[in-house]
């Protein structure tokens, strides 16, 4: 439960949470298409494979785009932005005609969903104290499954319109509306505001999220953290990140942090599953029915990581759901080779490995790249770690549909096991607590 003191910063964190729904909408509603994209543009695996990674291309430059626009224009302006673009994109992948078209659309779209993952995580922890702040940034996640979850459905009610594919891109309209909406009522990030020199502006806005706190005594550990105005220049507060060796382990710890939340295998089954279960002989329709059991899973056990992220600490999580995942991926390579394990518990399997990485990578991952790096070097540490998250996604969205389609199931899903325990043991020996951050 959240205490009284903290509601107004529920609230607004809750609205800024709707950028992940953006991000998880857009990311799984390609899966659906993907029955219906194929025969209609002739696509091969690889071919597949570009259209669904390119979405990434643009989400590597949304992160870092987004990184330097937030710094000027504040986090407030550049939600509202991503929401624009969200939305102009949507309705024009849902138009195209040609491949052409729909990549350039999806790259355009990546942009947006780029700069989501970055800023809400970011406004969400400038507005949270240090007691709650990894419970409300695991809120973008939530909002993330969320949009999963959401997109599944409309994939499976709109499977059977004429214009299905193209009416599930042009969905994503309607979750981008409610997010402009609720953005008019955010309060500018007190830290940015009192970091950038707007000292008025941000007493106004704490105000607003510190109903019984101490403004001033905030304030003054808010400054003590701010650089003089030149180390504010993004080249400069990039140079200061590889110019002290603790900064450059913070972010080398991010980036691999960032990385392997994406080449886990979780989000080849997010994007991929009518093609994996396809497999096993499911139909299309089924296909779609267990995308939606996966969203469900997906959803109820990041409501787990909620009330789990505060109390056991970021770094516990992650060890515990890294060795799980790599035990669960044998086990689903094995169910899909029909040998040790009967493909009639495939889906099961499925299911655990998602639940297990919705409680602890999916979510935990975000509140330590946002918790990391001092306030000095925070957007651009976030910016670029949230790019080498998005080539790592490009590349596996990009390299899966090849992959199972060259080798079997059990392979493929053996070399994601073989990652997540490698990831195991770099989670053990380098990466440290951050639930204690001050800032």
Same mark, same amino acid.
């Given at each position: ?6 509601? *107004? ?11 992940? #729904?953006?991000?998880? @909408? ?10 219906? %994209? ?5 696509? *091969? ?35 509202? $932005?991503?929401?624009?673009? @969200? ?14 078209? $729909? ?12 700069? =989501?993952?970055?800023?809400? /995580?970011?406004? %969400? ?41 193209? #009416? ?5 309209? #309607?979750?981008? +509306?409610?997010? %402009? ?5 955010? /309060? ?16 106004? !806005? ?21 650089? /003089? ?29 960032? %990385? ?51 109390? #056991? +600490? ?8 890294? +060795? ?15 040998? &040790? ?15 297990? &990485? ?11 790249? *946002?918790?990391?790096?001092?306030? !000095? ?5 976030? =910016?670029?770690?949230?790019? @080498? ?11 899966? /549909? ?16 073989? $990652?997540?325990?490698?990831? @195991? ?15």
């Amino acid at each position: 439960m959240i205490e009284a003191k903290y509601k *107004s910063i529920f609230i607004y964190s809750l609205i800024a949470s709707l950028g992940g #729904l953006l991000f998880g @909408f857009d990311i799984a509603i390609f899966s659906g298409t993907i029955p219906f %994209i194929t025969p209609f543009f002739n696509l *091969s695996p690889a071919e597949l494979g570009w259209v669904a990674s390119c979405l990434y291309v643009g989400c590597a430059v949304g992160s870092i785009g987004f990184g330097k626009i937030t710094e000027h224009i504040g986090r407030k302006n550049s939600l509202v $932005l991503v929401s624009i673009v @969200f939305i102009v994109s949507s309705i024009l992948m849902g138009m195209a005609n040609t491949v052409g078209e $729909l990549i350039l659309w999806r790259i355009v779209a990546g942009i947006s969903v780029g700069g =989501a993952s970055i800023l809400s /995580p970011l406004y %969400i922890a400038e507005i949270s104290p240090q007691p709650i702040r990894g419970k409300m940034v695991t809120l973008n996640q939530m909002a993330i499954v969320i949009g999963i979850l959401m997109a599944y459905n409309s994939n499976y009610f709109l499977s059977h319109l004429e214009l299905n594919w193209r #009416l599930m891109f042009m969905s994503g309209c #309607l979750p981008a +509306g409610l997010f %402009i909406i609720g953005a008019f009522f955010l /309060p500018e990030s007190p830290k940015w505001l009192i970091y950038r020199g707007k000292l008025g502006r941000g007493r106004k !806005e704490l105000t607003k999220i510190m109903e019984n706190g101490n403004v001033d005594e905030e304030i003054q550990a808010i400054q003590s953290l701010r650089e /003089p105005e030149q180390t504010r220049d993004i080249k400069k507060s990039v140079l200061l990140m590889f110019s002290k060796k603790t900064y450059l382990l913070l972010l080398v710890i991010a980036v691999v942090v960032a %990385i392997f939340q994406q080449i886990s295998g979780a989000n080849a089954v997010l994007f991929y599953a009518p093609i994996i279960f396809d497999k096993v002989g499911m139909n299309v329709n089924n296909q779609l029915i267990i995308q939606i059991f996966i969203g469900s899973v997906n959803l109820v056990f990041t409501l787990l990581a909620i009330r789990l992220v505060d109390r #056991l +600490g970021r770094k516990k999580l992650m060890v515990v759901g890294a +060795g799980l995942m790599s035990i669960l991926l044998v086990f689903i390579g094995l169910s899909f080779q029909g040998t &040790y394990i009967p493909q009639s518990l495939a889906s099961v399997m499925v299911l655990l490995f998602i639940g297990t &990485y919705a409680a602890t990578l999916a979510p935990v991952t975000w509140v330590i790249i *946002s918790e990391i790096f001092p306030m !000095e070097i925070r957007e651009q540490g976030m =910016a670029i770690a949230s790019a @080498f998250l998005w080539a790592a996604c490009f590349g596996i969205t990009y390299i899966f /549909p090849i992959m199972i389609d060259q080798f079997s199931a059990f392979q493929s899903f053996l070399t994601f096991a073989g $990652l997540c325990a490698f990831y @195991f043991f770099f989670l053990i020996t380098v990466v440290p607590e951050t639930k204690n951050n001050k800032v």
